[in-house]
């Protein structure tokens, strides 16, 4: 058994900023991030865009950043959260560039602003098209240099421990003491007890397969907590990104940042026309819901698979330099930017809800915090601004940071039993594991998607109640390997979301049901 005083589940920008910030103040005290790739694979890597912030005072100011995040969130945001988290942005960005990050600065020598659907003002700090590996590096050079930083890559959180694991029947709340963790390289799994435990986990892409995220947004830290009792919310607010590169054969998952249509990229259809002048008056730059929304209605009645992005009018040297990231990916799909327009379809890509916490980070389960992606704050609501994620977590990295320097760490006696595996061996199927992996995306992407009915979310729980059914038998049959523990809470992450978008009786933001009362702006009236 492993004791450590923080257990971090995820090395993305949350896992890492809360690690970084703790381990700098607390040189007496230990901290273990978990992960389950190598150290910097994560959502975050692939962030393009930027964050969000407000840094220039004569032309923005907080209040029209609030007011942009209301407005995305299509009326569920948390007030006080949107406030409170737009407020901090400046003192947040200011502590990455001074841990290392570099963002890229303009002619004046200040740090160059972008724009993307729902900014109303040029906000977004970015680092080229590659700004979540500039974020990723500068965080992980600077865990490097804290000795009581322990990194443990390729090891997989299975389960949270708490008092169902000691066999503790009824207590009058929920604690969690740590987690049962796979190293993933010997096989071996490891019970680390931990005063607190955070679980910074990220998000869910790839339930749906067709996603901008990379493998690893399996949903393992909603999931984990969702069988610790915790609360989740929100879960039918699945963000989906207006334009991630078509491809007939592999499937969608290379993303062309919004970015590219605040710099003037513009979509069209099949025909060439600029279909998003009919659905709104920001046209391409309205918020992402409404942009996904609009191309999925334009395919519906086209019957087309994917629309187009036209920058061949804007200046490609200055495209090529603000993007050069997109422009070689281009070039591998034989996509000349300054000739060609960029074939695009939507794609799941972002989580809106998640594991309610409150502004401290904390879950409803004692000595648990959630941060970043698998967390839901209430600053989003119905569908999330662009590139307010990495903000988001930055943000609440440090409020939980400053919960623990006003807290003392909780005393913890307990003996927890090692991980039972008595009486199961090893899958010889891995077949199953893929066959039903395949399944649950295909029935995530025809019954969950970006528009839902009754009937298909009804379909969908029959279709996921026989994968479930499959693989439970098998989860408790086998011992545990990384992709049965990952489709397991694929599956479970998949059942909330079917579950919360048939409670939902509204439509709103980034959640369209065709069953529920249309209003008369809808796009698909
Ligand atoms: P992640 O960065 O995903 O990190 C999760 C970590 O948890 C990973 O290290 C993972 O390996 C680990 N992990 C997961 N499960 C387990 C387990 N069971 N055991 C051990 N470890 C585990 N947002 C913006 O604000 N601006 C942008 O420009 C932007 N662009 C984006 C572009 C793309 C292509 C994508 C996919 C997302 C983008 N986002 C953007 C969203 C943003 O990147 C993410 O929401 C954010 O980085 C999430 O950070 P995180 O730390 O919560 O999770
Ligand atoms: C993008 O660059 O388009 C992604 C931004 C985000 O998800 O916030």
Redesign the pocket.
């Known amino acids: 058994m492993m004791d450590t005083n923080y257990l971090v589940?995820?090395?993305?920008?949350?896992?890492?900023t809360f690690a970084v910030k703790i381990a700098e103040q607390f040189a007496d005290r230990t901290v273990t991030i978990?992960?389950?790739?190598n150290?910097?694979?994560?959502?975050?890597?692939?962030?393009?865009?930027?964050?969000?912030v407000v840094l220039d005072g004569k032309e923005d100011s907080f209040q029209k950043h609030i007011d942009d995040t209301l407005l995305a969130g299509d009326g569920l945001c948390d007030e006080e959260v949107v406030s409170l988290v737009i407020k901090e942005g400046p003192q947040r960005l200011k502590e990455l560039i001074d841990w290392g990050a570099n963002f890229d600065s303009n002619d004046q020598g200040k740090l160059d602003l972008g724009k993307?659907g729902g900014h109303s003002e040029y906000r977004?700090v970015?680092h080229k098209d590659i700004?979540?590996y500039e974020v990723?590096r500068a965080l992980l050079h600077r865990a490097h240099q804290l000795p009581n930083i322990t990194i443990l890559t390729h090891?997989?959180?299975?389960d949270l421990i708490t008092e169902h694991h000691l066999q503790l029947t009824n207590p009058d709340s929920i604690t969690c003491f740590g987690a049962y963790?796979l190293d993933q390289n010997s096989g071996h799994i490891k019970t680390i007890k931990a005063d607190n435990t955070l679980l910074?986990?990220?998000?869910i892409?790839y339930v749906y397969g067709h996603?901008?995220?990379?493998v690893?947004?399996?949903g393992?830290?909603v999931a984990?907590a969702y069988r610790a009792k915790a609360k989740i919310r929100d879960m039918e607010f699945i963000q989906f990104?207006p334009t991630a590169l078509y491809d007939a054969e592999e499937g969608s998952s290379f993303?062309i940042?919004e970015?590219v249509r605040g710099f003037g990229g513009y979509l069209r259809n099949k025909e060439g026309r600029r279909f998003m002048l009919d659905y709104d008056d920001r046209a391409e730059l309205a918020s992402r819901d409404i942009v996904s929304q609009s191309i999925d209605c334009e395919l519906k009645k086209s019957g087309n698979t994917h629309v187009f992005l036209d920058c061949t009018h804007l200046d490609i040297e200055k495209f090529k330099s603000h993007f050069p990231n997109i422009y070689q990916k281009c070039l591998t799909y034989h996509i000349d930017i300054e000739k060609d327009w960029i074939p695009v379809v939507p794609a799941s890509?972002?989580l809106c809800g998640g594991i309610v916490v409150d502004t401290h980070g904390r879950t409803s389960v004692k000595n648990l915090f959630a941060?970043?992606?698998?967390?839901r704050t209430g600053l989003h609501g119905a569908n999330r601004l662009?590139?307010?994620?990495?903000?988001?977590?930055l943000v609440y990295a440090h409020n939980i940071y400053t919960y623990h320097t006003e807290h003392q760490l909780p005393s913890i006696q307990v003996t927890i039993p090692e991980w039972n595996d008595k009486g199961t061996s090893i899958p010889k199927e891995h077949i199953l594991i893929q066959h039903n992996l395949k399944q649950l995306q295909a029935l995530m992407r025809d019954y969950v998607g970006i528009v839902r009915s009754n009937s298909r979310l009804n379909k969908a729980i029959e279709h996921l109640n026989l994968v479930y059914n499959e693989v439970d038998e098998l989860y408790r049959t086998s011992k545990v390997n990384t992709a049965l523990?990952?489709l397991r809470?694929m599956i479970n992450v998949a059942h909330l979301i079917i579950h919360q978008s048939l409670e939902r009786k509204e439509n709103r933001g980034g959640y369209y049901n065709i069953d529920n009362q249309v209003d008369t702006t809808s796009i698909y009236t």
Do not use: R, W
């Open positions: 589940i995820g090395s993305g920008v949350a896992g890492l978990v992960t389950k790739a150290e910097d694979e994560s959502n975050t890597k692939y962030a393009q865009g930027g964050v969000a993307e977004v970015h700004t979540g990723e090891h997989f959180a299975i963790v910074a986990s990220g998000g892409g996603t901008t995220n990379p690893i947004a399996t393992d830290g984990m990104h993303l940042s970015a890509h972002y941060c970043g992606e698998c967390s662009a590139s307010n994620s990495l903000l988001e977590a523990c990952e809470n």
